[in-house]
């Protein structure tokens, strides 16, 4: 059907029920439907890497997917990264290592980082180069962003404290 | 922009997948499978689908199993299955290497081998390893299955022999020999951006000769394929530099490459030589 119908999945742990019409994109029921604007679009087609989430663990293009498709699914978005006011290892290492300008860019490669790091902690420096080519960002010149996410790997696998 | 409207179906199974693909075939019915270069499409508006059969939770639908001769690839088959190796052999690393190449991380997590074979872009790896390893590719209709052989499968950019009711239910990769050899070579100009050019090449060495040569191109013509011309130069011969050099020559004279905005037909054609010359060297490492 054309028509709107209910989709439930949960985001960050909580349980969401949003009424879709099958053309929405998740990325659109994210901001639109769950009031979660931490997620952003740029390209709308998978090329920029802005609207990057985690579906069930993995990193995907939220605007490569509609929302009717979540059904049951976990959803993992930016807003879900801290532990209450305790920032996630990738969070604070983006702070110290200046690794974010004009912040656009800054959920999607959050969640790419943490879907790939929490895949793959061993994963090597030229896997991480390959990896994070997969989003675009038009400050940083990417050099901080590596920085920072070798930096958080390192971090969570000293485990918290 | 935002994708038109459509019906979205959801089968679970084979059966009701492609009954619906009977029903509604003439309709502009599509398949839904990862939807990597399906929803881009849509988003453009080039395409309008009617109706989208997404496979994502058809619970028939495999994914790898790997068999004695063959590595069989279900539609569910995701590009990150093969980040892996699937099987100790040269197939499951060759695969594994291969994979890489295919756009980004994100996009191989939901991306398929099937929907690249359905997609068929002429500078599709996945394409590119069908056709030079010559896969069996089985489809299903509502009518029952058939098998296609990847030679005559793709039959021009974006054109494969699925009919309309069909869909893509598995390929079948024929494992390589223990000790053969295999080696990957493409030019993009950004890091996950479609190749200009590729190349696969397959072999192996028997009392210091080559036997059994595989060379396919990708990306260069309107379809990936063996060269039979390249293949021609390696047999019987001892590998090293001057020989790729001339079965890569031998390509770039045989190929009829295609002229776009990002390379000339001249251009393209040289570069499928130059790959297949690095292909053949990244198989004698
Ligand atoms: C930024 C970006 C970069 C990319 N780079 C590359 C790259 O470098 N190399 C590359 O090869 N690909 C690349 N892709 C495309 C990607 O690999 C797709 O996953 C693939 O082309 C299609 O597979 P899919 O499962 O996503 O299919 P979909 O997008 O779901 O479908 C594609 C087409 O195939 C049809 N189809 C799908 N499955 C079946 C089936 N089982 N039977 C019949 N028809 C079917 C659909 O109806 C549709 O017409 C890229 C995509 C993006 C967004
Ligand atoms: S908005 Fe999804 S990849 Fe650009
Ligand atoms: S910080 Fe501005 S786009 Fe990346």
């Known amino acids: 059907m054309t028509a709107p119908r209910d989709v439930s999945f949960t985001v960050n742990g909580e349980a969401r029920s949003v009424r879709v019409e099958p053309r929405k994109t998740l990325a659109d029921a994210i901001r639109e439907d769950c009031g979660l604007t931490g997620t952003h679009l740029g390209c709308e087609h998978g090329v920029c890497g802005a609207c990057t989430i985690l579906l069930d663990g993995a990193p995907v293009r939220s605007c490569l997917m509609f929302a009717a498709q979540a059904e049951g699914a976990e959803l993992r978005t930016v807003e879900g990264l801290a532990d209450g006011e305790t920032l996630h290892p990738l969070q604070q290492a983006f702070i110290d290592c200046h690794a974010l300008q004009c912040g656009f860019c800054t959920p999607g490669f959050l969640m790419l980082a943490a879907g790939v790091l929490e895949r793959e902690p061993d994963i090597d420096e030229e896997g991480l180069r390959e990896a994070l080519a997969s989003n675009l960002c038009r400050c940083t010149g990417y050099l901080n962003i590596l920085d920072a996410v070798k930096a958080a790997a390192a971090a969570m696998k000293a485990g918290p404290g | ?285």
Request: glycine share 10%; with cysteine.
């Open chain 2, 1 to 285: 922009m935002k994708p038109a409207p459509f019906t979205h179906h959801l089968p679970g199974t084979v059966d009701e997948a492609a009954s619906l693909l009977a029903a509604h075939a003439g309709e502009d019915a599509r398949i839904l499978a990862g939807g990597q270069s399906l929803v881009p499409t849509m988003a453009f508006r080039l395409a309008r689908p009617a109706h989208l059969i997404d496979v994502n939770r058809v619970s028939d639908l495999g994914t790898v199993a790997v068999g004695e001769d063959a590595i069989g690839i279900g539609a569910l088959a995701r590009h990150g299955d093969f980040h892996r190796p699937v099987e100790d052999g040269p197939l499951g690393a060759l695969l594994s290497a291969v994979v890489r190449h295919i756009g980004h991380y994100p996009i191989r997590m939901r991306g398929t081998f099937c929907g690249s074979l359905a997609h068929a872009d002429p500078a599709s790896e996945w394409c590119l390893v069908a056709a030079t390893l010559d896969a069996r590719l089985t489809a299903r209709s509502a009518g029952g299955e058939r098998e296609i052989a990847a030679g005559s499968f793709f039959e021009w950019a974006m054109v494969t022999a699925l009919a309309e009711d069909e869909l893509l239910l598995r390929a079948d990769l024929p494992r390589l020999a223990a000790d053969a050899r295999w080696g990957f070579c493409e030019f993009a100009r950004r890091a996950g951006d479609f190749a200009l050019a590729m190349a696969l090449a397959v072999y192996r060495v028997e009392e210091g000769a080559i036997v059994e040569p595989r060379v396919g191109v990708g990306g260069v013509e309107a379809c990936p394929r063996r060269i039979p011309e390249g293949e021609a130069v390696l047999a019987g011969r001892a590998p090293g530099p001057a020989l790729f050099r001339e079965a890569g020559a031998a390509v770039a004279d045989a190929v009829d490459a295609v002229s776009d905005v990002h390379a000339s037909a001249l251009y393209r054609g040289e570069l499928a030589g130059v790959m297949v010359e690095r292909a053949l060297a990244d198989a004698a490492r």
